[in-house]
């Protein structure tokens, strides 16, 4: 491990003591083992991701109940990555969180447009969407690293 490598840990980890941190194979919060994990911190974006994981375990984020919620917890670790960022004197480029972000947002639009009319739609619950223009209603992936999917659910009979 690099020298700067070692002090963002130790300054992160001086900051918040309780919250582990482990070398893996990707940048993610695990809310079931309580620990933040990473790939590598050769470069200021393996550092700004490294940041944004640790909002997510200072935030204490658990699971999301929609898509929506997803997006929503997304904003909150970038928010809490800078207050962190500014507590270490690390700039956060705001572009890169926007552009974070936007995975985020296209992924929603994508799984939310009918696949009959294209209008947005609401979600029904985490694998369902119905659209309130044509009735259709549709099944998406649970996985957000998946491609989007979207199967139609044939209509219910009254």
């Not at 020298?3 to 963002?8: E, M, P, R, W």
């Not at 990707?26 to 620990?35: A, C, G, L, M």
């Not at 997006?71 to 700039?91: G, N, T």
Request: charged fraction near 25%.
């Amino acid at each position: 491990m690099t020298k700067i490598t070692n002090n963002l840990l130790d300054q992160i980890n001086s900051l918040y003591p309780d919250i582990s941190i482990i070398k893996g194979d990707v940048f993610y919060w695990s809310p079931s083992d309580q620990i933040v994990y990473y790939s590598e911190l050769n470069n200021e974006v393996d550092q700004w991701s490294l940041l944004h994981e640790v909002g997510h375990a200072i935030s204490e984020h658990r699971n999301f109940k929609s898509d929506f919620d997803l997006l929503l917890i997304e904003v909150e670790a970038w928010e809490q990555a800078k207050k962190i960022s500014d507590r270490l004197s690390i700039s956060i480029d705001e572009d890169h969180i926007q552009d974070c972000l936007d995975t985020y947002r296209d992924w929603l639009y994508l799984r939310s447009t009918c696949p009959t009319c294209t209008n947005t739609s609401l979600q029904i619950d985490s694998r369902t969407y119905s659209c309130i223009n044509c009735n259709q209603s549709w099944n998406v992936t649970q996985s957000r690293q998946k491609r989007c999917y979207r199967k139609k659910v044939p209509a219910k009979t009254l």
